[in-house]
């Protein structure tokens, strides 16, 4: 396998970890509702996380492709552009059953994670 | 525990077989309002307005297929939504073992019967699962 | 629609959407009663259950799609068991011109919006609708 083709985070780079005006734009700029939903988001990005590990295993493809979907749409809805934007991938890889470039895509959609919850940390959520 | 609506919805599309089961019902349950569904959407639309106690569904129709009104009832049973509890006998031609068990498990169904029906058991289930309510 | 009665149904897989467009809803309008629904299948049966006098419908759901609720709606009206008209406000991520342009054409589909839905747009919609 040709490791140099496969993607890598700088590749995401040029989307933000988090668009905050995206995200009160949302939200009609309640700093409340914000919270309440960012406490959602990252609820929810765990468990998707969890899940893909578990359907990884298994190569459920229908079920990778929908995660993948899902993850896509809400991390786009709140402004975690560069998430989405892996998410996006993902979802692609898992119609081409691609394993090798999903696997992959899973590694960098974690350090993803871990950077929209730094992130968030940083700013007070 | 919701009150007897005394209805029975049948949903079946060939004209002739529905026709039959309703004609069927007249006779065993005639204390009963029949009401009859030619597709699943129909169907579906009919389950929730009459609240029927009992569906017979044939589960092979053009279209979307009886699973779809089982999707929908196993959904609303699992929220809580729903005020009625309708015992579903899925008619079915029952190709394998695994597709009877995999019908058998489902949660919204009461019971499974094979194709072509037998009439006679049929009468024994419906009047066990009206006796039930 | 009265102001004080009004129901709405929330038709949408995504947790914080459901919870935005909520959020919108009881700000415009303090004393309505809404109800949520994940996918189709929750939302036909909510929608028997409670009959909302509007509905914030989605179209891309797992297990069931908006597509499907619409074609419930349709032919409960084709075959006259449902006797009342609600609206649907169908907010999608779809961008397709064409499929859009279809969905509009729907029965009982007023109104289709590309999200994210904003609430200025929501009130825009709504206060011709309600008193």
Redesign the interface.
């Known amino acids: 396998m040709d490791t140099s083709k496969l993607p890598r985070m700088i590749d995401f780079s040029n989307a933000p970890v988090l668009d905050m005006k995206k995200a009160l734009y949302r939200v009609h700029n309640k700093q409340e509702l914000l919270e309440k939903v960012i406490l959602v988001f990252k609820k929810n990005l765990l468990e998707k996380k969890e899940t893909i590990a578990t359907e990884l295993v298994n190569e459920n493809w229908e079920s990778l492709k929908l995660i993948s979907h899902s993850l896509k749409g809400s991390s786009w809805t709140i402004g975690a552009q560069r998430l989405g934007d892996i998410a996006y991938a993902m979802e692609k890889a898992s119609a081409s059953k691609d394993l090798p470039l999903f696997n992959h895509l899973f590694t960098i959609l974690q350090n993803g994670i871990d950077q929209v919850f730094n992130y968030l940390a940083e700013n007070g959520l | 525990m919701n009150t007897q609506s005394k209805n029975i919805l049948v949903v079946e599309d060939d004209p002739l077989t529905r026709q039959l089961y309703v004609n069927y019902f007249n006779t065993i349950v005639p204390n009963y309002n029949l009401y009859e569904a030619e597709n699943i959407l129909k169907g579906t639309c009919l389950c929730f307005e009459k609240k029927p106690e009992l569906v017979l569904l044939d589960m092979i129709m053009p279209g979307y297929g009886g699973e779809f009104l089982l999707d929908i009832m196993e959904e609303g049973f699992s929220k809580q939504i729903l005020s009625f509890s309708p015992k579903i006998i899925v008619i079915s031609s029952i190709e394998s073992a695994e597709e009877l068990m995999a019908l058998t498990k489902r949660i919204s169904v009461a019971s499974v019967i094979p194709k072509p029906l037998p009439f006679d058991t049929l009468e024994e289930l419906v009047k066990l699962h009206l006796q039930t309510e | 629609m009265k102001k004080n009665n009004i129901r709405f149904l929330i038709v949408e897989?995504?947790?914080?959407?459901r919870?935005?467009h909520k959020?919108?809803l009881e700000e415009l309008f303090p004393n309505c009663k809404i109800f949520e629904a994940e996918?189709a299948?929750?939302g036909?049966?909510?929608y028997?259950?409670c009959r909302p006098h509007l509905i914030l419908l989605d179209m891309?759901m797992?297990?069931?799609g908006g597509e499907t609720f619409l074609?419930?709606l349709e032919?409960?009206h084709r075959?006259k068991?449902?006797k009342e008209m609600p609206k649907v406000v169908v907010v999608t991520?779809i961008k397709d011109v064409k499929e859009l342009m279809a969905i509009g054409k729907r029965f009982a589909v007023e109104a289709v919006i590309s999200?994210?839905l904003?609430?200025s747009q929501l009130k825009a919609l709504l206060e011709d609708w309600i008193s």
């Open positions: 897989d995504d947790e914080m959407i919870i935005i959020d919108f996918n299948a929750q036909i049966c909510l028997f259950e891309m797992p297990l069931m074609e419930i032919e409960g075959t068991i449902l991520a999200k994210p904003v609430q």
